[in-house]
């Protein structure tokens, strides 16, 4: 069974920094892209940042210069290096991962809480 671990979530100050994890275990069949995504409450589930299995990267203009998106291939692991947190990176992050037949696959999601 396909499992997606998340860990790294947490109460930060604003100006402060977090570092998420996402190790992918089970059956998984060429893994690609992996990335990560957010949501607020009410809100729906944009994308924060991807990452190809070559290592090409996109991000959220609202991330762009803060956050940094990394994955170990060899562990199945994609992180999530955030750094400057505002108020408004409150939100669940949720990992996701693409692998062969189109098949995608979400990771449970781990809170960010940034106090001002």
């Known amino acids: 069974q396909v499992q997606l671990v998340e860990s790294g979530g947490g109460l930060v100050q604003a100006g402060g920094s977090l570092r998420l994890s996402c190790a992918a275990s089970g059956s998984i069949f060429g893994i690609g892209a992996m990335g990560w995504y957010r949501q607020g409450p009410g809100k729906q589930r944009p994308l924060v940042a991807t990452?190809?299995?070559?290592?090409?990267?996109n991000y959220a203009d609202s991330v762009k210069g803060r956050f940094t998106i990394s994955r170990d291939n060899a562990k199945d692991t994609v992180y999530l290096q955030m750094n400057s947190l505002e108020p408004e990176d409150t939100a669940v992050y949720y990992c996701?991962?693409?692998?062969?037949?189109?098949?995608?696959?979400w990771g449970k999601g781990t809170l960010v809480t940034v106090s001002s």
């Open positions: 996701n991962v693409r692998a062969d037949y189109g098949i995608s696959y």
């Open positions: 990452i190809t299995s070559s290592g090409s990267t």
